[in-house]
């Protein structure tokens, strides 16, 4: 006869209480589209708060929502945010390169 406390014992469920990444992630992508989409209508000008915005908001925290997506088992959610967090981050670099001069601007 086997014992009720010790099959009891072995079923241990790990319980994930940490929030949901989600909302971090879509309001930076929203944020950042936004901006991107007023830059591109010539509405307002590549000013320190649009690259400050692509780099850390759009990319940097929507790559940490990627990553705690992926701890919550989410594939999609953990693709789409790394995905959109590195290309801010890319989109940032393409700008800010060549004015620094490490590299050259791209053709038209």
């Given at each position: ?21 989600a909302p971090l992630g879509?309001c930076a992508f929203g ?78």
């Amino acid at each position: 006869m086997v014992n009720a406390e010790e099959t009891n014992r072995n079923n241990i469920f790990l319980m994930d209480q940490t929030a949901n990444p989600a909302p971090l992630g879509l309001c930076a992508f929203g944020t950042t589209t936004i901006l991107l989409s007023l830059w591109n209508a010539g509405v307002i000008g590549i000013t320190s708060p649009i690259f400050a915005m692509a780099i850390f908001y759009g990319g940097l925290a929507q790559i940490i929502a990627g990553l705690m997506e992926w701890k919550k088992n989410n594939n999609f959610g953990f693709l789409t945010f790394v995905s959109f967090g590195f290309f801010w981050m890319t989109f940032a670099g393409v700008l800010m390169l060549p004015v620094l001069g490490l590299a050259k601007a791209p053709g038209p």
